[in-house]
């Protein structure tokens, strides 16, 4: 089983940025970022391969972008001009993702 840990969540106005992080405690091939909104299904928000291919969803094309660390086992998502859409329980886990390795997440909420 692998274990992922989220962080860098926080709250922001509106046109603000984060970056989240996520260390995995085994090295994945391709990892994704995921979000759920309250009363939302999860959704992937953005994946990377080992090769540094990545992949967005539409809804955050030219604002997001996932990067990895491989010798670290650790990707990044650097968000910037959130939306209070962007609001949400953010977390990490491979692609595609396994059920039983779903973390604690990580807080993004952005408010006027």
């Known amino acids: 089983q692998v274990q992922f840990v989220e962080s860098g969540g926080g709250l922001v106005h509106p046109g603000g940025s984060l970056r989240l992080s996520c260390t995995a405690s085994a090295s994945i091939f391709a990892m994704g970022w995921y979000r759920q909104g309250l009363g939302k299904e999860r959704e992937l928000v953005a994946e990377?391969?080992?090769?540094?291919?990545?992949n967005y969803a539409d809804n955050v094309k030219g604002r997001f972008t996932i990067s990895r660390d491989g010798t670290k086992n650790t990707v990044y998502l650097q968000m910037n001009s959130l939306k209070p859409e962007d609001t949400a329980l953010y977390y990490c886990n491979s692609r595609p993702p396994v059920g039983r390795n779903w973390g604690q997440g990580t807080q993004v909420t952005v408010f006027s």
């Open positions: 990377i391969t080992g090769r540094s291919n990545t």
